[in-house]
C-alpha cells in the first residue's frame, strides 16, 4: 500500500488531543497549500490536530505538486477510475493516524478542495460514519453502486459564482445528486468568488467543522506530547 506523506499542525493550546481534521490538497499543489486553514481554525478546535498530506503521485502538468490521481480527461469514467485507486490509499492513511491518535470514525472530519474535494466526497462511501466533509470548489460523483443506506456523514459544499475551474453548475449538480443519495448536507454560495477559498468560506468551514466535531467528546483521547 502507497504511504502518504506530509506535515501535521498542533494547536499550541491542545491538552488532549480528541479529533482530527484532514485538508485533502487541490490537483498540482500539496498539502502545504491547505495548512493555513488550521491557523483559522485552531481556537474553535482547540484539541483537534491537522494534517495535510501530500497526493500520492507527482503531478502529470506541475512536477513540483502532486495529485491524488491523474486527469486525462474529466470524464466521470477517469475520475471515477482515479477515485478507486485513490480512496483506498486516503482510507489507509486516515486508519494509521486513527490508531495513532486514538480516535474513531467520528471523531475525523475531511476538508478537500478541488480534485480534494472530490475524493474527499467520495470517502464517506468507504468510511460512512466520519463526522464530516467540507467540499471546496469540487464535484460530487457518486458511486458506481448505490449502497442500501447512506453514509451518515454530514457535507457541507463551498463554491463561487465565478469558479472557471470547476464550474458552479457542478455545485448545483452535487445538491441534487447528495439530496437523491440522502446524504445530509449544507451549502454555501461565495458570490464573485473564482476557484479558490474566500473568507466567509472559511468562516462557514469553521462552524461546520465546530458543530460536526462538538459531539462526542473522548475521554481517552492522545494526550498532548505523549
Not at 135 to 147: C, D, E, T
Not at 195 to 207: E, F, L, N, T, Y
Request: aromatic share 8%; glycine share 10%.
Amino acid at each position: 500500500m502507497i504511504t502518504l506523506h506530509g506535515q501535521t499542525y498542533i494547536p499550541p493550546k491542545a491538552n488532549r488531543l480528541e479529533k482530527l481534521v484532514v485538508l485533502i490538497h487541490g490537483y498540482g499543489a500539496s498539502g502545504d497549500n491547505l495548512l493555513d486553514l488550521s491557523y483559522h481554525w485552531q481556537d474553535s478546535l482547540p484539541n483537534a490536530v491537522f494534517a495535510a498530506p501530500n497526493g500520492p503521485e507527482t503531478c502529470d502538468v506541475n512536477p513540483s505538486g502532486y495529485q491524488w490521481f491523474g486527469l486525462p480527461d474529466l470524464s466521470p469514467v477517469n475520475i471515477r477510475l482515479g477515485l478507486d485507486r485513490a480512496g483506498p490509499v486516503l482510507q489507509n492513511y486516515l486508519q494509521n493516524l486513527m490508531t495513532t491518535y486514538q480516535l474513531a470514525p467520528q471523531d475525523v472530519a475531511l476538508v478537500g478542495f478541488s480534485q480534494g474535494a472530490i475524493l474527499a466526497l467520495d470517502m464517506m462511501f468507504l468510511m460512512p460514519t466520519l463526522a464530516g466533509v467540507i467540499g471546496y470548489s469540487g464535484v460530487f460523483l457518486p458511486p458506481k453502486n448505490r449502497p442500501l443506506s447512506p453514509p451518515l456523514t454530514k457535507a457541507l459544499l463551498v463554491h463561487g459564482t465565478l469558479d472557471t475551474v470547476v464550474p458552479y453548475s457542478a455545485f448545483i449538480h452535487a445538491e441534487a445528486a447528495l439530496k437523491d443519495h440522502g446524504i445530509s448536507f449544507e451549502t454555501h454560495t461565495c458570490h464573485g468568488l473564482d476557484h479558490s477559498i474566500s473568507p466567509d468560506g472559511i468562516q462557514v468551514g469553521r462552524d461546520f467543522l465546530s458543530q460536526v466535531l462538538s459531539s462526542s467528546i473522548k475521554t481517552q483521547g492522545a494526550a498532548y506530547g505523549s
